[in-house]
C-alpha cells in the first residue's frame, strides 16, 4: 500500500539559506511523486513530479527533489530561501493504475527575515 | 495560467441539511475530482470521474456523497445530510490526462470550506 512520510511538520530557515523539506514514500509498484505547495487562501500548486526519468527533477521557484529508491526518499531542497517561500508544503505519491494521490501530512515552511 | 474554481469558498450549514459544493474545471481536462482536508488531518481522496462516471472512490465516499456533472462547465459535490464530521476543506481537482499516459497531473482549486454546526 501507498504511504508517504513528511518527517518535519514545521521547518524555519534565514532568508538566504539552504531550505531541506524531508518526505519518504512507500509503494508497491513504481511510484510517480509530487510536491505541492499551498499558500494561505490559494489552491496546491504543483512544484514538480518524478515519473521514473531523470532522478534528480526540477521545478518551480527554484525548488528541486532527489528520488532515491535505496531510501525511499523524496526530499525538496532550494539553495537560498525566499520570503515568498513561506507555505505549506505537501509530498504526495501516486502509483500506477490509480487515480488516488496519497498525501503527507505536510510541512510549513517559515522563513525568517 | 488556467485555473480550477470552487464555489462558496466557505459554507456553513446546520447538520442534516444537504451541501452542494461547486467546481469550474480547466476547459481542455476530461477527469476531475475531489478531496477533503478535515483540519489538522491529511488531504484525503473522495473520488475521481470521467466520462460521466465514477471511475474510482475511496471508502470515504459512501451513500451519503455523490458528485455530478451537470454541464459543460461545473463538477459538483454534494453531501447529503450533513454530519459534524463532515466539516472539512473540500478540494475540487482536474488533470488533462488519466492515469494511462504518465504521471496524472491534477491542478487544485482554492476549497471550499464547509463547517457543519
Known amino acids: 500500500a501507498q504511504s508517504v512520510t513528511q518527517l518535519d511538520s514545521h521547518v524555519s530557515v534565514s532568508e538566504g539559506t539552504p531550505v531541506l523539506l524531508r518526505c519518504n514514500y512507500s509503494?508497491?509498484?513504481?511510484?510517480?511523486l509530487f510536491w505541492y505547495v499551498q499558500h494561505p487562501n490559494k489552491g496546491l500548486q504543483l512544484l514538480l513530479k518524478?515519473?521514473?526519468?531523470?532522478?534528480l527533477v526540477k521545478g518551480i521557484n527554484g525548488f528541486e527533489a532527489e528520488f532515491k529508491k535505496s531510501e525511499t526518499s523524496f526530499h525538496l531542497t532550494k539553495p537560498s530561501a525566499h520570503m515568498s517561500d513561506a507555505a505549506e508544503y505537501f509530498c504526495v505519491v501516486s502509483d500506477h493504475g490509480t487515480y488516488k494521490y496519497i498525501f503527507g501530512t505536510g510541512t510549513r515552511l517559515k522563513v525568517l527575515a | 495560467e488556467p485555473e480550477v474554481t470552487q464555489t462558496p469558498s466557505h459554507q456553513v450549514t446546520q447538520m442534516g441539511q444537504e451541501v452542494i459544493l461547486r467546481c469550474v474545471p480547466i476547459?481542455?481536462?476530461?477527469?476531475f475530482y475531489w478531496y477533503r482536508q478535515i483540519l489538522g488531518q491529511k488531504v484525503e481522496f473522495l473520488v475521481s470521474f470521467y466520462n460521466n462516471e465514477i471511475s474510482e472512490k475511496s471508502e470515504i465516499f459512501d451513500d451519503q456523497f455523490s458528485v455530478e456533472r451537470p454541464d459543460g462547465s461545473n463538477f459538483t459535490l454534494k453531501i447529503r445530510s450533513t454530519k459534524l464530521e463532515d466539516s472539512a476543506m473540500y478540494f475540487c481537482a482536474s488533470s488533462e490526462t488519466g492515469i494511462f499516459s504518465g504521471a496524472n497531473v491534477l491542478t487544485f482549486g482554492a476549497g471550499s470550506r464547509l463547517t457543519v454546526l
Open positions: 476547459s481542455n481536462h476530461l477527469y
Open positions: 518524478y515519473t521514473s526519468a531523470a532522478t
Open positions: 509503494s508497491s509498484y513504481s511510484p510517480s
